[in-house]
């Protein structure tokens, strides 16, 4: 999608901080960070929200999943945990229109997170 920000960031045209990057996910560093380290998952091809996700689209998330602790260990969060979020919808806390995940860590995380 030519107006969505995370589609311009996987293709380069918005620069972010990287710290993760394959053909299929982008991974960088959250600007409005809740932890000390927070980062954010995307896939490259556009999926609106997990509403969104088809038989053939939800391979991408099961990528994001297999990759998620080679990310956490490049982070030094992997021994300490961490949490992984996404939110669907506006009332479930989605403000961009593009399914993402965050993964944030290297604090204690509270419960209920919202």
């Known amino acids: 999608m030519s107006d969505c920000i995370f589609c311009k960031i996987a293709n380069k045209e918005i620069p972010s901080n990287v710290v993760y990057e394959d053909e299929k996910i982008l991974v960088f560093h959250d600007l409005s960070p809740v932890a000390p380290q927070h980062v954010l998952i995307i896939p490259k091809v556009h999926i609106e929200s997990m509403n969104e996700l088809t038989e053939e689209s939800a391979s991408v998330v099961a990528h994001i999943f297999t990759k998620v602790?080679?990310?956490?260990?490049?982070?030094?969060?992997?021994?300490?945990?961490?949490?992984?979020?996404?939110?669907?919808?506006?009332?479930?806390?989605?403000?961009?229109?593009?399914?993402?995940?965050?993964?944030?860590?290297?604090?204690?995380?509270?419960?209920?997170?919202?």
Not at 88 to 111: D, I, N, P, Y
């Open 69 to 114: 602790k080679e990310v956490a260990k490049q982070l030094g969060i992997d021994g300490s945990g961490y949490r992984i979020v996404s939110n669907c919808g506006s009332e479930g806390g989605q403000t961009v229109g593009h399914l993402h995940f965050h993964l944030a860590g290297g604090r204690q995380m509270q419960w209920p997170p919202g």
